[in-house]
């Protein structure tokens, strides 16, 4: 069974454009969920999606979106990027009903260089 | 609001040896999830071992057990017989119990090197 895949690995922005990460969940899980990464900051959670639908939301500004498909894959997005941005953000998934564990299953993530 | 605090920002262990990775918590909940994740160098973060909060009984995964004490919450991590491949970041994480589970929290984490 494939894991959680995250595209792109690494890349480099300049401060004010947009980016958007892509992550595709472990097969079956729909529920996936996004963390930023940072030296200063530690995990954080961004938000989390299940079923195409945000359910929570972490304390970030209004740059920080995210969406989900109809087979899951979910996409990050951040616009305007500032300096501050530069962090591993991962993504993350779960199984939801009866069977779940709480057990999130992480990508490998996500680097973001704001230069 | 919940919070998650590891105290210890390093450990260092020799091969062979035993380490304990501290951990307290802070909720007002009654059911939860306790967990430490195990995030090696340019490597993914994986689970290392699961708590219930209403089981009585210390979670184990072969060399990991955890020291779980809800009346302290408090929630430690012991490895035995330490590996070189334990050499990881170890974040002690917490998240409410339900259907519908909320976010992980995280704590600071505690940068653990096993030495030959």
């Given at each position: 069974k494939a894991?959680?895949?995250?595209?792109?690995?690494?890349?480099?922005?300049t401060r004010g454009q947009q980016v958007t990460l892509s992550c595709s969940p472990i097969s079956g899980h729909r529920s996936v969920s996004w963390y930023q990464q940072t030296p200063g900051q530690g995990l954080q959670f961004l938000f989390e999606y299940f079923s195409e639908t945000q359910r929570?939301?972490?304390?970030?500004?209004?740059?920080?979106?995210?969406?989900?498909?109809?087979?899951?894959?979910?996409e990050m997005n951040v616009s305007t990027l500032e300096l501050g941005d530069s962090?591993?953000?991962?993504?993350?998934?779960?199984?939801?009903?009866?069977?779940?564990?709480?057990?999130?299953?992480?990508?490998?993530?996500?680097?973001?260089?704001?230069? | 609001?919940?919070?998650?605090?590891?105290?210890?920002?390093?450990?260092?262990?020799?091969?062979?040896?035993?380490?304990?990775?501290?951990?307290?918590?802070?909720t007002s909940e009654n059911n939860y999830y306790l967990f430490w994740y195990k995030q090696p160098p340019s490597r993914q973060m994986i689970l290392v071992i699961r708590q219930e909060a209403y089981?009585?009984?210390?979670?184990t995964e072969n060399r990991f057990s955890v020291n779980f004490q809800k009346a302290a919450k408090s929630f430690s991590l012991k490895i035995s017989d330490s590996q070189l491949g334990d050499t990881a970041m170890y974040f002690c994480?917490?998240?409410?119990?339900?259907?519908?589970?909320?976010?992980l929290i995280f704590g600071t984490g505690t940068r653990l090197q096993v030495f030959p």
């Open positions: 894991g959680v895949t995250q595209t792109p690995r690494y890349l480099i922005k929570n939301k972490g304390n970030f500004p209004g740059r920080f979106s995210g969406r989900q498909f109809s087979n899951s894959r979910s962090a591993l953000y991962l993504c993350a998934s779960q199984v939801q009903g009866d069977t779940n564990t709480g057990e999130l299953f992480f990508g490998e993530g996500s680097r973001l260089t704001v230069l | 609001a919940q919070t998650v605090t590891q105290s210890q920002p390093e450990m260092s262990v020799q091969e062979a040896e035993t380490v304990t990775l501290s951990c307290t918590y802070d089981k009585q009984q210390n979670a994480a917490f998240m409410k119990l339900g259907y519908n589970t909320d976010k």
